[in-house]
């Protein structure tokens, strides 16, 4: 399967210099098809050969920076018609929006993310955010279940209005192969899944670098196990946003999501058409 990867570093309205996480990230896979193109040896990461293009967008000037949802959707759309396999790299959670907008209610959507995104407190802004963007959609929803949530305030009857499942942290921590269960058999029966990846999922000592990090959150194993229970279904792409380097240590967010990305590739690469 041909894969287009599309760094979307957009990142206003909340966790600025996530942009260039999503920049770097992208710096990695060109790395990664570099690497591969250089390599006289047979390896696995042959089958990314041909197969893999990347698609850069900037927020340079004001007109991108205002036209940002719409150049989002376009791209989206593209990609998705072509019936490519999308890797979505985005500056902060809110940089995801354009291509959830674009997936309709047949699709279900696998978030990994410690926040559910659809905050109303009285110290939340009603104005579009990267805090609340799950309740701002301009088409009708996909269906959503979150994994590895660690919000304490919200309501079941809250949650219920967006979220047709949750598995937090606590339940994974309890009981991972049961989640993990449960969740194969969801994505088993929808038409086709996406897994949505926010970095503040992961433990913060997994993964420090974000900008309202949780504790408690999932370590890197228990994601793997959850994002193949993920994959099971039919996966048409997979989106990352929330990375800050400026707030990394020691790179280790940028190793972390730069195996993932790469493990990513090669899952598509290997798949049918």
């Given at each position: 399967?041909?894969?287009?990867?599309?760094?979307?570093?957009?990142?206003?309205?909340?966790?600025?210099?996530?942009g260039?996480?999503?920049?770097?990230?992208?710096?990695?896979?060109?790395?990664?098809?570099?690497?591969?193109?250089?390599?006289?040896?047979?390896?696995?990461?042959?089958?990314l050969?041909?197969?893999?293009?990347?698609?850069?967008?900037?927020?340079?000037?004001?007109a991108?920076?205002?036209?940002w949802?719409?150049r989002?959707?376009?791209?989206?759309?593209?990609?998705?018609?072509?019936?490519?396999?999308?890797?979505?790299?985005?500056?902060?959670?809110?940089?995801?929006?354009?291509?959830?907008?674009?997936?309709?209610?047949?699709?279900?959507?696998?978030?990994?993310?410690?926040?559910?995104?659809?905050?109303?407190?009285?110290?939340?802004?009603?104005?579009?955010?990267?805090?609340?963007?799950?309740?701002?959609?301009d088409?009708?929803?996909?269906?959503?279940?979150?994994?590895?949530?660690?919000?304490?305030?919200?309501?079941?009857?809250?949650?219920g209005?967006?979220?047709?499942?949750v598995?937090?942290?606590?339940?994974?921590?309890?009981?991972?192969?049961?989640v993990?269960?449960?969740?194969?058999?969801?994505?088993?029966?929808?038409?086709?899944?996406?897994?949505?990846?926010?970095?503040?999922?992961?433990?913060?000592?997994?993964?420090?670098?974000?900008h309202?990090?949780?504790?408690?959150?999932?370590?890197?194993?228990?994601?793997?196990?959850?994002?193949?229970?993920?994959?099971?279904?039919?996966?048409?792409g997979?989106s990352?946003?929330?990375?800050?380097?400026?707030?990394?240590?020691?790179?280790?967010?940028?190793?972390?999501?730069?195996?993932?990305?790469?493990?990513?590739?090669?899952k598509?690469?290997?798949?049918?058409p």
């Amino acid at each position: 399967m041909r894969t287009i990867v599309t760094v979307f570093p957009f990142d206003l309205f909340g966790s600025a210099g996530t942009g260039a996480g999503a920049r770097l990230l992208g710096d990695a896979v060109n790395e990664i098809l570099d690497d591969t193109e250089a390599e006289t040896r047979p390896c696995r990461a042959d089958v990314l050969r041909g197969k893999v293009r990347v698609k850069e967008h900037a927020f340079d000037t004001l007109a991108e920076v205002t036209d940002w949802r719409k150049r989002g959707r376009v791209a989206a759309k593209q990609a998705i018609k072509s019936g490519e396999f999308l890797v979505w790299l985005g500056g902060n959670h809110l940089a995801a929006l354009p291509v959830l907008e674009e997936l309709g209610t047949e699709t279900l959507v696998v978030q990994f993310d410690a926040h559910l995104d659809v905050y109303a407190f009285h110290d939340t802004t009603t104005d579009l955010s990267h805090g609340n963007f799950l309740t701002h959609f301009d088409t009708p929803r996909p269906r959503f279940v979150n994994v590895g949530h660690r919000d304490l305030f919200l309501t079941p009857e809250e949650i219920g209005e967006t979220f047709e499942a949750v598995y937090p942290a606590w339940d994974v921590a309890v009981d991972a192969t049961r989640v993990a269960t449960e969740l194969r058999a969801k994505v088993k029966t929808a038409k086709r899944v996406w897994i949505d990846i926010d970095c503040d999922a992961f433990d913060p000592a997994a993964l420090p670098a974000v900008h309202e990090p949780l504790p408690f959150g999932l370590s890197a194993p228990a994601f793997l196990t959850l994002f193949e229970a993920a994959w099971e279904g039919n996966v048409v792409g997979v989106s990352i946003t929330e990375y800050d380097p400026g707030r990394d240590t020691r790179d280790t967010g940028l190793n972390l999501l730069g195996w993932l990305v790469e493990y990513v590739l090669l899952k598509a690469a290997e798949r049918a058409p």
